[in-house]
């Protein structure tokens, strides 16, 4: 498993050995086509499919959905955060959010979402995640990825087991599904030719560039004249390589006058775009946010805390990417998921910040989804009879129903009782 280390410290995973990854490589290929100025031809056929893109974008560390949008005409809200409550829509204030309805207002420092709001292309569910009540991070991040809460017999992701029960998108394909991390997401093991790959752009051999070429020549003939199942994912891995490396991540110009932040998550989004648009055959992408386990220091609202910095950082890195990809002269069927393990309390502790908490944000991008409107289920007053345990936003919206209405309706896979197994899900009306 992959190491994980959060806000707090906790080692989450162990790093995953170069071997692990030639384990997981399989079935790679390459082949030419015609794609933008900015990437060299790279061989492979055109897909027909009508079948979305998804990329999965995991708020590590447990998000603070009401710091993200939050019930403006609630006083609760107010009275339970008097330090890091944002100021209502209608206020003076300069560190006021932007109304999205009559109820909701988004936080200032993620207002780079509004325009795709706007558009109908995003779509805000509140009070999501997941019915067991863990306040584990490790335990709460495992249930969601792998689709089911403890049950220690399931092991692969839910997007793992949803690549594994459909076919590729494109049958020559040298990789279907790509974790930007160091060791390969929980999310995606059990996912055919899916790779952890922390930096596509500097994906490779070492060593000596001079000798690059030949050292690479030389394993593809040494791997070529062994046994299959120990030559195949060697000689996948190499195609791999050359693949990845055909790709001028460098030079890639955004389009929409997208730019993208210069963040860890601004830089994997802004590849993430480059691998899209090359057409390689590519359907799952995994990306993970940290820096939302919000302990103290989380206000004051304003841009000097800790919790308006990661926000504006998301929200940027989103709105270019809905630019970049979303919309424009070239529509590219792509669905993004945000979502987090749980949210923080209703009311902020003594350090300026809130503790483990149960309800949280979930934010779904794209032209497929029935976006501009924020998703609830018997919202309630954040009053502390009506919170869970007295303390916490209640968990109305099963991440699943989200999830699955987006793999059965954007990515065109049925096989829900494998994919979230002993759970029924109920249609929230997430997408077009």
């Known amino acids: 498993m992959a190491k994980h280390v959060h806000d707090t410290g906790c080692e989450e995973y162990n790093a995953l050995t170069r071997r692990s990854f030639v384990g997981h490589a399989a079935g790679f290929a390459a082949a030419a086509l015609a794609l933008p100025a900015w990437l060299p031809k790279v061989?492979?056929?055109?897909?027909?499919?009508?079948r979305d893109v998804i990329v999965s974008v995991f708020l590590r560390g447990g998000a603070d959905g009401l710091s993200m949008v939050y019930p403006f005409t609630d006083t609760n809200y107010y009275t339970g955060r008097p330090s890091i409550a944002i100021p209502r829509p209608d206020s003076t204030s300069a560190n006021r959010g932007t109304a999205l309805n009559g109820q909701f207002a988004i936080s200032q420092a993620m207002s780079a979402l509004v325009p795709a709001f706007q558009a109908g292309n995003l779509l805000v569910v509140h009070g999501a995640g997941l019915v067991n009540n863990t306040r584990s991070h490790f335990d709460a991040q495992k249930f969601i990825e792998v689709g089911k809460a403890a049950d220690a017999n399931l092991v692969t992701g839910w997007l793992g087991r949803h690549l594994a029960t459909s076919t590729p998108m494109r049958s020559t394909a040298p990789l279907r599904a790509l974790g930007l991390s160091q060791g390969l997401q929980r999310t995606l093991v059990g996912a055919p030719k899916a790779l952890p790959i922390p930096n596509?752009?500097?994906?490779?051999?070492?060593?000596?560039?001079?000798?690059?070429?030949e050292r690479s020549t030389w394993l593809r003939?040494?791997?070529t004249a062994v046994d299959t199942s120990i030559g195949a994912p060697a000689l996948d891995a190499l195609n791999t390589v050359s693949l990845l490396n055909a790709i001028n991540f460098t030079g890639y110009a955004p389009s929409g006058g997208a730019v993208y932040p210069n963040s860890g998550f601004g830089r994997g989004m802004r590849s993430t775009a480059a691998l899209i648009k090359a057409d390689i055959g590519i359907e799952a992408i995994q990306l993970d946010?940290?820096?939302?386990?919000?302990?103290?220091?989380?206000?004051?609202?304003?841009?000097?805390?800790?919790?308006a910095r990661t926000m504006q950082d998301l929200a940027a890195t989103l709105a270019a990417f809905h630019a970049d990809v979303l919309t424009g002269g070239v529509s590219y069927k792509v669905t993004v998921v945000v979502l987090s393990e749980f949210g923080r309390n209703v009311r902020e502790n003594g350090t300026q910040g809130t503790d483990h908490g149960r309800g949280s944000c979930m934010f779904v991008l794209g032209p497929g989804i029935a976006g501009g409107r924020v998703l609830t289920n018997n919202w309630v007053p954040l009053a502390r009879e009506n919170l869970e345990s007295g303390q916490d936003l209640?968990?109305?919206i099963d991440h699943r129903d989200i999830l699955s209405e987006i793999v059965s309706r954007r990515l065109g896979n049925p096989n829900l009782d494998v994919i979230f197994p002993s759970y029924v899900p109920t249609v929230r009306g997430v997408t077009l």
Do not use: E, I, K, N
């Not at 061989?43 to 009508?50: I, R």
């Not at 596509?200 to 070429?213: E, K, M, N, V």
């Not at 946010?289 to 800790?306: E, I, L, R």
């Open 43 to 50: 061989v492979l056929a055109q897909s027909a499919s009508t």
């Open 200 to 213: 596509p752009q500097g994906f490779g051999l070492g060593g000596s560039a001079t000798t690059r070429a």
């Open 221 to 223: 003939d040494d791997y």
């Open 289 to 307: 946010v940290g820096g939302w386990d919000t302990h103290s220091g989380q206000g004051p609202v304003a841009a000097t805390g800790s919790m």
């Open 394 to 396: 209640r968990v109305t």
